[in-house]
């Protein structure tokens, strides 16, 4: 059966119609107009990863870490263009005629996530997403497989290749930080997730414009399964965030990048550090692009809280399990 792409339907829909699909319109419980906060708005913490003084990243970063589970850091090395070329072969692959897309379709059922495509997961009450995507591992090289990397533009490997060489710096530091806030030596985090063998698989989310961005989310409320999420947003805000049960919009910081604490960070710490549950929202006139890389530990990886931070008083919150079957788990919404 052939899929119909969200971009396809949005551009079918004219605009003079303020209606979307049944199957696109939320529950009242879920719908942005209802449920986005609207009072003063706690401002998500923002990060300088120049910082010199390392005591204060650490305990800023873990006490974010545990509040929040996500948060914007600047000064963070990846050089600007770096950013804005993966952002422009990203839009340029979205923009192309549908079947030149289609080439990278995700084939159905299989094991692997990547491929260009429209939905991942079955939610609840059969309720679709306002987004198209493409997913493709960047690292390391034994992961990764080019048949899924758009081949136009022509720099878009080039791009790519160069923004994950970057951004692994970024997440060997936040690993040591999120280690030596645990009270542990630099390195543990990093080895527990499997050091060089770390994967990161890319995620572009294409969210076309939308008649009723008040009815529709353009990602239902989730946290990520990864250990660490890394995501470059485009200028049109969408992002939300829950906490002390309210869901608050991240604002747009041009060259930041948005940490999101993933489950395995969750898992590892004990709990210390929170998960981030978040969704994104989508917008009525503009295209809303993003850009996550999911950093999760090698498939056969066993992980668990560490023994370091549990004890009698501290007993374990969470299975110790193979990623994999973590990963099985979440998919298909089965208990862990
Ligand atoms: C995701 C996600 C949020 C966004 O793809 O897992 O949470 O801002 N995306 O696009
Ligand atoms: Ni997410």
Not at 276 to 293: E, F, G, L, M
Request: aromatic share 10%; charged share 25%.
């Amino acid at each position: 059966m052939e899929v119909v792409r969200v971009q396809a339907i949005a551009t079918t829909i004219s605009n003079k119609i303020d209606t979307i699909p049944f199957e696109f319109i939320r529950p009242v419980t879920e719908q942005p107009a209802l449920t986005t906060f609207t009072g003063p708005v706690p401002e998500i913490p923002t990060i300088d990863l120049s910082d010199p003084n390392t005591d204060n990243l650490v305990h800023t970063i873990a006490k974010i870490s545990s509040e929040w589970g996500l948060f914007q850091v600047v000064n963070h090395g990846v050089p600007v263009d770096v950013i804005k070329r993966l952002q422009s072969v990203g839009k340029e692959f979205f923009e192309l005629p549908q079947e030149e897309k289609e080439v990278y379709a995700r084939p159905p059922n299989a094991m692997s996530l990547e491929g260009y495509g429209t939905k991942l997961q079955k939610e609840v009450a059969g309720k679709k997403a306002w987004v198209d995507y493409l997913f493709h591992n960047v690292w390391p090289p034994s992961h990764v497989n080019y048949k899924f990397w758009p081949k136009n533009p022509s720099s878009y490997r080039e791009a790519n290749e160069e923004y994950a060489q970057c951004l692994r710096e970024v997440v060997d530091k936040l690993l040591v930080l999120l280690s030596l806030g645990l009270g542990l030596e630099g390195n543990v985090m990093r080895e527990a997730f499997g050091g060089d063998d770390l994967e990161y698989l890319l995620k572009i989310n294409y969210y076309p414009p939308c008649p009723r961005p008040d009815l529709a989310l353009g990602v239902a409320p989730h946290t990520d399964m990864s250990a660490l999420t890394i995501l470059v947003p485009n200028e049109v805000p969408g992002l939300q965030v829950f906490k002390d049960d309210h869901w608050f919009d991240a604002k747009y910081i041009p060259n930041a990048l948005i940490v999101h604490i993933g489950d395995q960070v969750e898992i590892l710490s004990n709990g210390k550090y929170k998960s981030v549950y978040h969704r994104a929202i989508v917008n009525k006139d503009r295209v809303r692009i993003s850009w996550p890389v999911f950093c999760s530990p090698p498939q056969d990886m066993v992980v668990g809280p560490l023994p370091q931070l549990v004890n009698e008083e501290n007993p374990a919150k969470y299975k110790t399990k193979k990623y994999k079957d973590y990963e099985y788990c979440k998919l298909n919404k089965l208990p862990q």
